[in-house]
C-alpha cells in the first residue's frame, strides 16, 4: 500500500515561499502524486499532479526526485486565502488497473500578515 | 463537462433514524466512485469505493452502506444512526486508469446526528 507522511501543519507569512513535503517509500511504478488543497467545509480541489522530476501550473510547482520516495509542493508568495489542508495523494492501483484514492491527514498550512 | 451533483447540503437527523446521501456524476462514463467522512478538524477517511455498478468496496466496517444502482449514481446509506456518524461526508470520482489520481469532489453534506 502506497501510504504518505506530511507534516501535520506548517506556518507561514504573506508573500514567502512554502515548500510541503510528502513521503511516499512505497509508491509503485504506476502511481502518480497529486497534491489537493481543501477549504473548511468544502471538498478537496485538485492542485497538481506529476510523475517525475517537475511539473509547475499557475499555481505550484511539484518537484519529485529519481527516486519517487517523496515530493515537495512549493507554493509561491503566498497570501492569507492560501490557508488551507493541503493533501498530498498516491494513487493505489487495485486489479484491472483501477484506483483507490486514499488521502492521510493532511498539512494544515497557516499564512499570517 | 464533468459535474458531480451531492445532495443535501446539511442534514440534522435523530439517533436511530435512517439515512440516504445521493451522488450523481454527469458528463462522464464508468467512473470510480467514493465515499467519504471527515470529522471536525480531521482528514477524509475512505469509507467506500466503487469501480462499477453493484460493485462495492468497503473500506471500514461500520454503520453505513453504499450501493451504486446506476453507473453514475452512489448512494450512502444507514438503517439507524449513530451519534459517532456525525461528520462531513464528501462523495467523488475518479476516471479509470492506472496510475491516475485526480478526483473531482462534490460539495459535501454536513451531518448532524442528535
Known amino acids: 500500500l502506497a501510504k504518505t507522511t506530511q507534516p501535520i501543519s506548517m506556518d507561514s507569512y504573506e508573500g514567502q515561499e512554502v515548500n510541503i513535503t510528502c513521503s511516499h517509500n512505497?509508491?509503485?511504478?504506476?502511481?502518480?502524486i497529486t497534491w489537493y488543497q481543501q477549504f473548511p467545509s468544502q471538498g478537496p480541489r485538485f492542485i497538481i499532479q506529476g510523475y517525475k522530476t517537475k511539473v509547475t501550473n499557475e499555481v505550484a510547482s511539484l518537484f519529485i526526485p529519481a527516486d519517487r520516495k517523496s515530493s515537495t509542493l512549493s507554493l509561491p508568495r503566498v497570501s492569507l486565502s492560501d490557508t488551507a489542508v493541503y493533501y498530498c495523494l498516491v494513487g493505489e492501483p487495485l486489479s484491472g488497473g483501477y484506483n483507490k484514492l486514499t488521502f492521510g491527514a493532511g498539512t494544515r498550512l497557516a499564512v499570517h500578515p | 463537462s464533468q459535474t458531480i451533483h451531492q445532495w443535501p447540503a446539511t442534514l440534522v437527523q435523530p439517533v436511530g433514524s435512517p439515512l440516504s446521501l445521493e451522488c450523481t456524476v454527469e458528463?462522464?462514463?464508468?467512473?470510480?466512485l467514493y465515499w467519504y467522512r471527515q470529522a471536525a478538524g480531521r482528514g477524509l477517511q475512505l469509507l467506500f469505493y466503487s469501480v462499477g455498478i453493484g460493485q462495492i468496496s468497503s473500506e471500514v466496517p461500520q454503520n453505513l452502506s453504499a450501493s451504486r444502482p446506476q453507473d453514475r449514481q452512489f448512494i450512502l446509506s444507514s438503517k439507524k444512526l449513530l451519534l459517532s456518524d456525525s461528520g462531513f461526508y464528501l462523495c467523488?470520482?475518479?476516471?479509470?486508469?492506472?496510475?491516475?489520481?485526480?478526483?473531482?469532489f462534490g460539495q459535501g453534506t454536513r451531518l448532524t446526528v442528535v
Open positions: 467523488a470520482w475518479s476516471a479509470r486508469g492506472g496510475g491516475v489520481t485526480e478526483a473531482f
Open positions: 512505497n509508491i509503485a511504478t504506476n502511481d502518480y
Open positions: 458528463g462522464t462514463s464508468n467512473p470510480n
